[in-house]
């Protein structure tokens, strides 16, 4: 059973840093992506960046490159997201989900509808 599980959620102050974990455990093989995303009280849910874990290949959505950088550990089955110089609109609730057939096309989406499996998510704040 695929699973995946958040964490590094908390409180932080604005200009601060903060990286986020995705452990990924039930995978048979490395065809999939993981992607992040978030999620701000009252709006929709966004697309914030995604990796292909056989290549290490990475996306990010338009408005999201610069300040978050994501990464993975193969030794770990771990997905970061570090998130740098935050601000309080990036309060959010982040949540990290898996597209099984992420390796396939010419890069990774950030559709959420793209992916199958979700974690719980782990939620940031910012203080400003």
């Known amino acids: 059973e695929v699973q995946l599980v958040e964490s590094g959620g908390g409180l932080v102050q604005a200009e601060g840093s903060l990286r986020l974990s995705c452990q990924a455990s039930?995978?048979?093989?490395?065809?999939?992506?993981i992607g992040w995303f978030r999620q701000a009280p009252g709006k929709e849910r966004e697309g914030i960046s995604c990796i292909r874990v056989h290549d290490g290949s990475t996306y990010y959505a338009d408005s999201m490159e610069g300040r978050f950088t994501i990464s993975r550990d193969s030794a770990t089955n771990t997905v970061y997201l570090q998130m740098n110089r935050v601000r309080p609109e990036d309060t959010a609730v982040y949540y990290c989900?898996?597209?099984?057939?992420?390796?396939?096309?010419?890069?990774?989406?950030?559709?959420?509808?793209?992916?199958?499996?979700w974690g719980r998510g782990t939620e940031v704040t910012v203080s400003s």
């Open positions: 989900a898996a597209d099984m057939y992420g390796a396939q096309g010419y890069r990774c989406s950030v559709y959420e509808l793209q992916y199958q499996q």
């Open positions: 039930g995978f048979t093989a490395d065809g999939y992506a």
